[in-house]
């Protein structure tokens, strides 16, 4: 089956800890996503990556962090920085060929801080 | 930045009804996306329409578009429990490689 896996479903992360959310896809996409959801509200995108060892920052990146070392996977690390983590996290990837075309979204990551 | 808004925020219908949602844009766009979200999971992709088509149709949905008012409708006729879910649109501006989405409309589906 293709398709695109977040993991863990459900993190917890105590304070002053990083945490790394797990983003894979198997459907050859050059690019991937991470956008960030806080209840009742839209997405905002995070990072962005349209190819391998390259990413560039979306609309609210400070305290997260990525990394692009292979096609496949994009994990994004949520920093102690990042001073209000809870939400939850999805990860979507593309073919890259074209500007706002189709997403593939995973099942996303509730992050929680205990 | 550039954003879809969604409206209205929440729509609750009885089954068998037509449900519409409207997104007004800020920007010039090549394309406009419609998503659907169940709660707790992921979006789920349900039409495109480019900026040089007026109507599009998949199924039961219908997506209008009027890139001299910027804004787009979708319409669900004959509404079924199961399609109660959240619904945005996703937008991006000429020349950017983003997508951006609105807040969404929540729907309701009575049974």
């Known amino acids: 089956d293709g398709g695109i896996t977040q993991s863990p479903k459900y993190l917890f992360r105590k304070e002053g800890q990083n945490v790394t959310l797990s983003c894979e896809q198997n459907?050859?996409?050059?690019?991937m996503y991470w956008y960030r959801q806080d209840p009742g509200q839209g997405l905002r995108l995070i990072y962005y990556?349209?190819?391998?060892?390259?990413?560039q920052k979306g609309d609210i990146a400070e305290g997260y962090s990525v990394s692009r070392e292979k096609k496949e996977s994009f994990p994004l690390t949520v920093t102690s920085a990042q001073k209000n983590p809870t939400a939850f996290y999805l990860c979507?990837?593309?073919?890259?060929?074209?500007?706002?075309?189709?997403?593939?979204f995973g099942s996303g990551t509730q992050l929680s801080v205990l | 930045s550039q954003q879809g808004e969604e409206d209205p925020q929440a729509l609750s219908i009885q089954e068998g009804e037509n449900a519409t949602m409207n997104c007004s844009y800020k920007?010039?766009?090549?394309?406009l996306q419609w998503y659907r979200q169940n709660s707790g999971r992921g979006l789920v992709h349900l039409i495109l329409?480019?900026?040089?088509?007026r109507e599009k149709h998949s199924g039961r949905l219908r997506v209008t578009l009027d890139t001299s008012k910027k804004s787009s409708s979708l319409l669900i006729t004959a509404s079924r429990a199961a399609d109660t879910a959240s619904y945005f649109c996703?937008?991006?501006?000429?020349?950017?490689?983003?997508?951006?989405f609105g807040a969404g409309t929540r729907l309701f589906v009575k049974a």
């Open positions: 996703a937008t991006d501006a000429r020349g950017g490689f983003k997508t951006i």
């Open positions: 979507a990837s593309s073919t890259g060929r074209s500007t706002n075309e189709k997403l593939f």
């Open positions: 459907l050859n996409h050059d690019a």
């Open positions: 920007t010039s766009i090549n394309n």
């Open positions: 990556s349209q190819i391998v060892n390259d990413f």
């Open positions: 329409i480019r900026s040089n088509e």
